[in-house]
């Protein structure tokens, strides 16, 4: 299989404070992480690519000192949402790519983040 | 730049009808193409995935075409079941270390 595990699964924070996202491949080893937001009834869009060992790269309009991404090893790559706000809730999605794999990707279960 | 539209939005069918999901993409130069099945307030599940080089894939009552030069691809569901109710999202890859870019979905309702 090749089954990739966000934590937490949903989350609620204060505003002005950061949330830390995890995202594990469990069974496989991930060259690639892509995160995703999504917002309600929109389809997903893509926020940053990151490859282990490397900094990660932000798509157009991302802040990357306000979404941070690390991807210290081939299993985890985190996201972190600082100084969060409320027009920072939405449904926030990790894939993962397999070393070698192709390019089928395999998504997370997502993590709901509500900011109040 | 890559556009990925998905007709039609929404589709209500009565359980046991023959269905088909649209997908077209303005781009035809795609390495491959994915269909993903999600849930409410849920990842993303994979269903089947094309590559550019092939016409079509088959997954028990799913089986998703691909026409590469006319930028479309359809998803058909057979036998349609109250479980196959979500959202099915339509997704191309431009290259093989390239990201994957989404379509918005259409939402599935099927009627018991």
């Known amino acids: 299989g090749a089954v990739v595990s966000q934590h937490p699964s949903w989350v609620i924070c204060k505003s002005g404070t950061s949330v830390k996202i995890e995202c594990r491949s469990l069974?496989?080893?991930?060259?690639?992480m892509f995160w995703y937001r999504q917002f309600p009834k929109q389809s997903l869009m893509l926020m940053a690519t990151s490859n282990e060992g490397s900094k990660a790269t932000y798509e157009q309009g991302v802040e990357k000192d306000k979404f941070l991404i690390n991807h210290a090893s081939l299993t985890l790559s985190t996201l972190t949402v600082t100084s969060a706000h409320p027009e920072d809730s939405s449904f926030y999605i990790c894939?993962?790519?397999?070393?070698?794999?192709?390019?089928?990707?395999?998504f997370g279960q997502g993590t709901r983040l509500t900011v109040v | 730049k890559q556009e990925v539209t998905q007709i039609p939005a929404a589709l209500s069918v009565p359980e046991g009808e023959n269905l088909v999901l649209n997908c077209s993409f303005t781009d035809s130069a795609i390495y491959n193409l994915q269909w993903f099945r999600q849930d409410p307030g849920k990842g993303l599940t994979s269903l089947l995935l094309?590559?550019?080089?092939?016409r079509e894939q088959t997954s028990g009552r799913l089986n998703a075409s691909l026409d590469k030069s006319s930028g479309r691809s359809t998803l058909y569901i057979a036998a349609s079941q109250p479980g196959d109710s979500a959202t099915y999202l339509c997704a191309v890859t431009m290259n093989r270390d390239d990201k994957i870019i989404f379509g918005k979905g259409t939402r599935l309702h099927i009627l018991p």
């Open positions: 069974d496989f080893q991930a060259t690639t």
């Open positions: 894939s993962a790519r397999k070393v070698g794999g192709g390019t089928e990707a395999f």
């Open positions: 094309i590559q550019s080089s092939q």
